[in-house]
């Protein structure tokens, strides 16, 4: 199985504040790295796809970027709503695997 | 717009079987996606638990291969989750959800739904 790690664990930043979440897989994926974001008590949303693809409705604050082992997902301007958990996925190879979780919390 | 709905008992004796259903709508299971379920025990991660083709091609987990079985119901565009031999570590939140077939990308999700499994 490929492995998901995600740095930092958690973080606190105010609103406003450029964050940066890194992931890192195991092995070569290419670009085949999604971005979630959860909210307690609520389903995971799609962010970004295949590393740097914008979902549909998803604000512009969102970006991501990477290739081969190495993604990052950076918030431009942190928003109070952006108070969540955020999980990267590897959908290169089944089995398909998550990666820890970011908690971002408001200052 | 596509909306996924989870069903099923929400406790499960250990020993037992879990078994759920999605129901999709706003389109078909026959499109070209994988569809796909996803756990989270109660304040962790996710995890994959596999997915289905409308043709019946599944693809499981392997921590999960041997307990679970996937189907599809083509006439109720609906797709079903069993496992079997469940322990109280299998106590989660399930999420049912559409994934692109090129890419395997989850998209649209189901609202979850909690599965305890307890005496």
């Known amino acids: 199985d490929i492995q998901m790690t995600q740095s930092p664990s958690s973080l606190s930043a105010s609103a406003g504040d450029r964050v940066t979440i890194t992931c890192r897989a195991s092995?070569?994926?290419?670009?085949?790295l999604n971005w979630y974001q959860q909210k307690p008590g609520k389903a995971p949303k799609l962010l970004i796809y295949?590393?740097?693809s914008l979902q549909s409705g998803v604000p512009s604050r969102f970006s991501g970027s990477g290739s081969g082992t190495d993604f990052t997902l950076t918030i431009s301007s942190l928003q109070p709503e952006d108070s969540a958990t955020y999980y990267c996925?590897?959908?290169?190879?089944?089995?398909?695997?998550f990666g820890p979780g970011t908690k971002v919390d408001i200052k | 717009q596509v909306q996924l709905q989870e069903s099923g008992p929400g406790l499960v004796k250990p020993s037992g079987t879990l078994s759920l259903t999605c129901a999709v709508s706003?389109?078909?299971?026959?499109?070209?996606?994988?569809w796909t379920w996803v756990r989270q025990p109660p304040g962790k991660g996710l995890e994959w638990i596999g997915e289905?083709?409308?043709?019946?091609?599944?693809n499981y987990n392997p921590s999960l291969q041997s307990r679970v079985t996937m189907s599809v119901d083509k006439s109720k565009n609906q797709f079903s989750l069993k496992l079997t031999s469940v322990t109280a570590a299998d106590t989660a939140v399930f999420y049912c959800a559409r994934a692109s077939y090129s890419t395997r990308v989850p998209d649209y999700w189901g609202q979850g739904t909690l599965v305890t499994v307890s005496s």
């Open positions: 289905i083709y409308h043709s019946g091609s599944t």
């Open positions: 706003g389109g078909s299971i026959s499109s070209t996606n994988w």
């Open positions: 996925q590897q959908s290169y190879i089944v089995p398909i695997t």
């Open positions: 295949t590393a740097s």
């Open positions: 092995q070569n994926i290419n670009n085949y």
